[in-house]
């Protein structure tokens, strides 16, 4: 029987949105499949030397109500559904939602998005940067990490096709 195959497209560049293709190809890597992540477009910025940009936007995501990661359990329990009209009018609440976001991250135990990320690579995941993204964004291979190959699309469809399962994050 041959290895199983698990190919990812990551095209989303925000800390919250870092966390799912990092964690599933880690746990695929332990369960012995061979897995590839291709980062196109704002995915890209979860393969740049510096993570310190990945920040969360809460506008406009309904999905994502806040609890403080911090005081009193009664505190810590009150779902804090801000509006988004207040979200975009409030200066600074990007950076606070993501330091709570931060927060509730390391309360819990899980690991940040550099040591998720190097787990993968331990395990051999193998990171594809989309280059035509690479060259449309300006960027060079020097913002990247080491380990990264670089191809097109065209690439990424002949693991994908032959892959057991792809998911698009």
């Known amino acids: 029987m041959s290895q199983k195959k698990l190919a990812i497209i990551a095209t989303k560049g925000t800390l919250d949105w870092a966390y799912p293709p990092f964690i599933l190809a880690s746990v695929a890597a332990a369960l012995d499949y061979q897995v590839e992540i291709f980062f196109t477009f704002y995915g890209l910025q979860l393969?740049?030397?510096d993570l310190s940009g990945l920040k969360v936007s809460p506008l406009g995501n309904p999905g994502m109500p806040m609890k403080m990661p911090f005081g009193p359990k009664w505190f810590?329990?009150?779902t804090w559904n801000v509006p988004n009209a207040i979200q975009a009018l409030v200066p600074g609440y990007e950076s606070f939602a993501t330091a709570m976001m931060k927060k509730t991250i390391a309360n819990n135990g899980v690991d940040t998005v550099g040591g998720l990320r190097d787990i993968c690579l331990e395990c051999e995941v193998k990171f594809v940067a989309c280059q035509m993204?690479?060259?449309l964004f300006g960027f060079s291979h020097d913002d990247f990490i080491g380990g990264m190959?670089?191809?097109g699309a065209a690439a990424m469809f002949?693991?994908?096709g032959d892959s057991d399962i792809c998911l698009f994050i």
């Open 149 to 151: 190959e670089y191809a």
């Open 47 to 49: 393969v740049r030397k």
């Open 76 to 78: 810590r329990g009150i």
């Open 133 to 135: 993204t690479v060259d």
């Open 158 to 160: 002949e693991f994908a």
